[in-house]
């Protein structure tokens, strides 16, 4: 019964390997947002270090004259849509040509009041996920360029990390989705204990490495460690 036991757990050492890979700690979304139309800076509602949720203004540009022009969009199309409507209740009674004018107002009515709408969406900034502005470069009074496009705030996932796994080329095809990592981030003491949910399809021609990542939570993006990939050896 011993040397069974002996044997068994012989085979098990020969059939995992560990293997050794260095990582740094990303957000697991993170994204540079910039505004896409020209003017001067109204508002800024956020700071860094601000938690916000998807959708909420982050930044907004003077735009009085945008929305005035929204506004005579949006009341050309309500009388529009009045003629059209009258005109259709008595389309059997008069010239095609003559309806089509009309639905042909009442179609570019509707299409001005939503490039007024587009026009005014651009001058406001807004978040695009959940998450925690870590980066501000904008001030009330600046001026912004759609010609010269820059980066007015970072934002990053609020708890969501990943754990971004660099290991030699050579074991390429021993690491798979699923394999353990056992990992500690400089300056832990503690060992933590993720799995491997993505494999780069490439290798670095210059380091001579391939990339990994591990789903985890609550660590601050930029940390970097080391630990070792459990895999089985086919």
């Known amino acids: 019964m011993r040397r069974v036991l002996i044997l068994m757990l ?12 260095t990582f740094t700690v990303e957000a697991k979304q993170s994204a540079n947002l910039a505004f896409t ?7 800024v509602l956020v ?50 040509s003559k309806f089509d004018s009309y639905l042909f107002k009442y179609e570019n009515a509707k299409a001005q009041v939503a490039y007024q709408q ?27 360029s759609a010609a010269m496009i820059r980066t007015v705030f970072k934002i990053q996932s609020r708890d969501d990390r990943k754990l971004v796994l ?9 690491v798979k989705i699923g394999d353990r990592f056992k990992y500690r981030v400089d300056g832990d003491v503690t060992e933590y204990d ?4 993505k494999i780069y399809p490439y290798a670095n021609p210059k380091s001579r490495k391939v990339k990994a990542e591990v789903e985890v939570k609550d660590f601050v993006a930029g940390l970097f460690g080391d630990g070792t990939i459990t895999t089985k050896i086919k």
């Open 37 to 43: 139309s020209s003017g001067t800076v109204n508002s």
């Open 118 to 144: 587009a026009l005014l969406d651009k001058t406001v900034l807004k978040a695009p996920f959940d998450g925690v502005i870590f980066d501000k470069g904008i001030e009330v009074g600046d001026v912004v």
């Open 166 to 174: 660099e290991f030699d080329q050579k074991y390429w095809k021993r």
């Open 47 to 96: 700071e860094v270090s601000s938690m916000v949720k998807k959708g909420d203004t982050l930044a907004e540009l003077q735009n009085d004259d945008l929305k005035a022009a929204l506004n005579i969009a949006t009341t050309s199309l309500k009388y529009a849509k009045k003629d059209y409507d009258r005109q259709k209740k008595v389309k059997k009674l008069v010239d095609a």
């Open 10 to 21: 012989l085979a098990l050492s020969i059939q995992a390997k560990d293997i050794y890979a």
């Open 194 to 197: 993720g799995v491997i949910s």
